[in-house]
């Protein structure tokens, strides 16, 4: 993608002179409104939401649903006007039915990722305003600083030691640094244009004031929306779902063309015949798939906001619920986050104010993202910068984990560098110490007593920032990272941040279901232990940025396994860590909220940060914490393991009871000289059943089906399936004896008997099947028993309503209902000890074992 040429090289052109006067006013409310208006909020058009009747009318599209209404309509022409009403009825209610659920889930949850939406900070009315992204216009100045995301494309306007990193755009991996000076007239491609930043790319460090030119799909990207589409790989659910479709549609057309087969040898009505089959197609389609799992997820993701948690994208939810390892990191998570400067010492130990004073200095100056233990050095004290201005800045990064700022007086121009200690003692030739802060040079005794001071110091569970200095040339403009040598160190700034004494307790309780968790940090191994400690966090292994540089991605998976605690790692190698475990088969979850964790959010199954993080995190997070707190997160897991548990429920109803139901009737058209059921009674007997299925979302999950992360096994169903659906075959089949041979049943009195039965099984079975345990001590939701009963009591009472003219039932005789009820009560135990049957032996005999790990 390096060479995508826009249309125009906008950048080149001069900024209009009258748009520099609105500069350090912005546009006027009324006149945003106004280009609102015109240009479209700063969204690309694919993602605009399409009209709720085109959502409607989609649901139609059904291949099924098209044939059951053409096949019907023909059969109109021929005279059966009434069956086809009935059809279209049926079929209009359901696909309403269906739409109506999934529109209201889909409604409320969108609702919610708006409360997280990414905001920017806009100049208007010469108030700097904080706004949603999509609300911005051309002509809007923006503010921006690291981490953030770039709202839409722009000129630079201004800027101080500004990267961002465009690589999504131009492929290149490196920050560039952006300014406001015109490239020359040949930088016409995208990459070259240093004056301009653009949609979807994002500030690395540094800070810019930056004058918007296109948003929306005016925008660069906007332009290639479609191919940089982040089509986020399905994930395991998502998949195990798309294969459960697939083995009921092959099972749906084999039986169909059987039936279809078997009705023309033994020259019975073919249209009759079709719209039967078509109409038996129907009844196998779990259509209320989509709708069950979507409100699930929504309900699951309403219940989760009212614990302080926002879903941005739904199935992560699911993604939840299957998590079996946790990487996090280290501030804010395990720690208060609160950071105060706690000792500031000079190289060997001794209390100092020259440390303090130039890393004052240091983050005074600095005009990146201030991260907290810049803001604990400036709450801690003040110093006056008089003279002092400041001439050019290195920002910091998490590959160097430091940042330097070149300061001058008019006398003395000075580079002042504050980092991780190991890089910045590594870089000094010198120590300053004594009460003259004399400059010593560095022996290698030096330098082995003044790590031994600082390695002290993180033992004692302190945040330990290096400070040094050295003179510069006054001619020297430009500091660069070459310059950060032959340092003077000053000495080191001490910071307490204290464990999070809620966090010792929410990491045991999710180890407890299944998650062990994993530490990953830019901090180092001593504070990190110390941590641990405190925390009571066993560490069963350890591996650091360094070590793991050595180690290839399969060595690395290997060692990762036992490993617990990953330190001083960067960016890059944080989602190596992330990937490896991911290859092991693992479900992982990553927690940050930094810069530096953007890539392990967005490689993570689940991504979750927190509602303070920085920009690009949020963005590539899917689940938003609004209370950085781990037992928010634990209700989580488990509110994605009941999400999964109300959806299997539902797929086990579909593959057992109702397949077995529709099976039958395949088997029943062997042998029976007329249908064995007609079709209206089929969709009429499909769509009770499925409102009877309607409230499975609100259902509540057995605990002990919570206490383990759990994963969509395609396997575990269709084991199911073959242990269960055969048992409701086996009642169809008695209930066509008892028909035939004891109640010498017609046609009509057939196909009603047989309605009410397969109704009834089908519907009550839920209460089986709902649970792993035994049916009478895990109750249901009142709505689902309520629901399911008044289902089962209209089947008993149709045959003799009203209506029963129109669909064909008959008045069953009271002998059927004593013969009824006698076999539903024994199909239904059947079901019971089939179904202990399969979680005791078959279960356990296919039970995988997972690779084995740490509690933690
Ligand atoms: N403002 C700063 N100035 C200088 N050095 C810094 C600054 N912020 C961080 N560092 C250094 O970079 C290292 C990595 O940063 P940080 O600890 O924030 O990484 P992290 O991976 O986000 O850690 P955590 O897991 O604690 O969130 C720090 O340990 C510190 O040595
Ligand atoms: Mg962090």
């Known amino acids: 993608m390096a060479n995508t040429t826009p249309t125009t090289a906008w950048w080149l052109e001069p900024i209009p002179t009258e748009v520099s006067t609105t500069l350090t006013s912005g546009l006027s409310a009324a006149e945003a409104k106004r280009r609102l208006a015109q240009f479209g909020p700063n969204a690309f058009v694919s993602t605009q939401q399409r009209s709720i009747l085109r959502q409607y009318l989609s649901r139609f599209s059904n291949p099924l649903v098209i044939i059951l209404l053409a096949a019907s309509a023909i059969s109109a022409l021929s005279g059966e006007v009434v069956n086809f009403i009935i059809i279209t009825c049926i079929v209009l209610l359901s696909v309403t039915l269906d739409f109506v659920q999934e529109y209201r889930a889909n409604a409320a949850a969108e609702k919610l990722r708006h409360t997280v939406a990414v905001r920017t900070r806009v100049r208007r009315d010469g108030k700097v305003l904080d706004i949603a992204v999509t609300d911005v216009v051309p002509g809007d100045v923006v503010e921006l600083c690291a981490g953030d995301l770039i709202p839409a494309d722009a000129r630079v306007i201004e800027a101080h030691d500004f990267f961002v990193k465009q690589a999504l755009l131009t492929g290149e991996p490196y920050p560039v640094e952006k300014h406001a000076q015109m490239p020359p007239a040949s930088a016409t491609e995208l990459a070259e244009a ?46 195990g779902t798309r294969h459960f479709g697939l083995l009921i549609m092959r099972l749906t057309v084999l ?13 019975k009505p073919l249209l009759e015949s079709f719209i039967f089959a078509v109409a038996l197609a129907v009844g196998l389609t779990p259509e209320l798939l989509p709708m069950v799992v979507s409100v ?40 208060e986050a609160v950071i105060h400067l706690e000792r500031h010492v000079d190289p060997l130990g001794q209390l100092s104010d020259r440390p303090l004073m130039l890393a004052y200095f240091n983050s005074y100056f600095e005009t990146g993202l201030k991260s907290p233990l810049d803001e604990a050095i400036l709450a801690t004290t003040h110093f006056d910068p008089g003279t002092w201005t400041k001439v050019d800045e290195v920002p910091f990064d998490f590959e160097r984990r430091r940042v330097s700022v070149l300061i001058d007086n008019g006398q003395a121009r000075w580079l002042l560098v504050k980092g991780a200690p190991d890089d910045v003692i590594g870089l000094c030739t010198h120590y300053e110490s004594g009460p003259d802060a004399h400059a010593q040079p560095m022996s290698d005794a030096d330098r082995l007593a003044i790590y031994a001071q600082y390695h002290a110091l993180e033992q004692e569970g302190l945040r330990v920032l290096g400070i040094a200095w050295r003179d510069v040339e006054q001619t020297h403009a430009h500091a660069v990272v070459g310059d950060e040598a032959q340092l003077i160190l000053v000495g ?39 941590v641990c400690e405190q925390l009571h966090i066993p560490v069963t292994g350890l591996l650091t940025g360094k070590e793991i540089a050595l180690l290839d991605d399969h060595a690395l998976s290997a060692r990762a396994e036992t490993t617990n605690l990953f330190c001083r790692v960067n960016p890059g190698q944080k989602e190596r860590v992330l990937l490896a475990l991911r290859a092991r088969g693992h479900v ?30 949020k963005e590539a997070a899917d689940i938003i914490l609004l209370k950085p707190d781990l037992h928010v997160l634990l209700s989580g897991v488990l509110e994605g393991r009941r999400t999964f548990g109300n959806i299997l429920k539902y797929i086990m109803m579909g593959t057992s009871s109702n397949f077995g139901n529709m099976f039958s009737m395949a088997g029943a058209a062997l042998f029976l000289p007329f249908l064995p059921m007609l079709p209206t009674q089929i ?98 939701n009142p709505v689902l028993t309520v629901t399911s009963l008044t289902i089962v009591a209209l089947a ?3 045959p003799y309503s009203p209506l029963n003219h129109y669909f064909g039932f008959v008045p069953l005789p009271p002998a059927f209902y004593a013969i009824l009820g006698a076999m539903v009560l024994v199909y239904l135990m059947m079901v019971e000890l089939a179904k202990r049957f399969f979680y005791h032996y078959v279960l356990r005999a296919k039970a995988k074992p997972r690779p084995a790990r740490p509690l933690l």
């Open 683 to 780: 969709l009429l007997n499909n769509i009770l059943y499925d409102i009877s299925e309607v409230p499975i979302p609100l259902d509540k999950v057995d605990t002990d089906d919570m206490r383990h992360p759990q994963v969509l096994d395609l396997t575990f169903i269709r084991n199911f399936m073959l242990i269960i659906g055969p048992i409701s075959s086996l009642f169809d089949f008695l209930t066509f004896y008892v028909m035939l041979q004891v109640l010498k049943a017609n046609e009509g009195m057939f196909q009603t008997g047989w309605f009410v039965e397969s109704l009834c099984t089908q519907v009550l079975v839920i209460f089986i099947i709902r649970t792993r345990g035994n049916p009478l001590k895990s109750h249901a």
């Open 255 to 267: 039986m169909v063309l059987f039936v279809l087969l078997v009705n023309v040898a033994l020259h």
């Open 796 to 798: 008993l009472v149709l």
């Open 296 to 335: 699930t997820l929504s309900r699951g993701a309403l219940r989760m906001a009212s614990k302080d948690m926002i879903v941005k994208r739904l199935s992560a939810i699911q993604d939840l619920g299957s998590m079996d390892v946790l990487c996090t990191d280290k501030t804010g998570t395990l720690t």
């Open 194 to 239: 240093s004056n301009a930043v653009f949609m979807g790319t994002s500030v690395i460090s540094g800070s810019a004031t930056v004058w918007l030119v296109n948003t929306g799909a005016q925008t660069a990207i906007g332009a290639i929306a479609d191919s940089v589409s982040r089509q986020s790989s399905p994930t395991a659910f998502e998949l």
């Open 588 to 617: 992982v979850g990553y927690l940050g909220d930094g810069i530096n964790d953007a890539p392990s959010l967005h490689s993570a199954d689940v991504g979750i940060s927190v509602d303070s993080a920085v920009d690009v995190a």
């Open 492 to 530: 080191f700034c001490a910071f307490i941040d204290p464990p999070k004494t809620s966090a010792g307790a929410a990491l045991s309780a999710l180890a407890k279901v299944g998650v062990s968790i994993k530490i990953v940090t830019g901090d180092s191994d001593l504070v990190t232990r110390h």
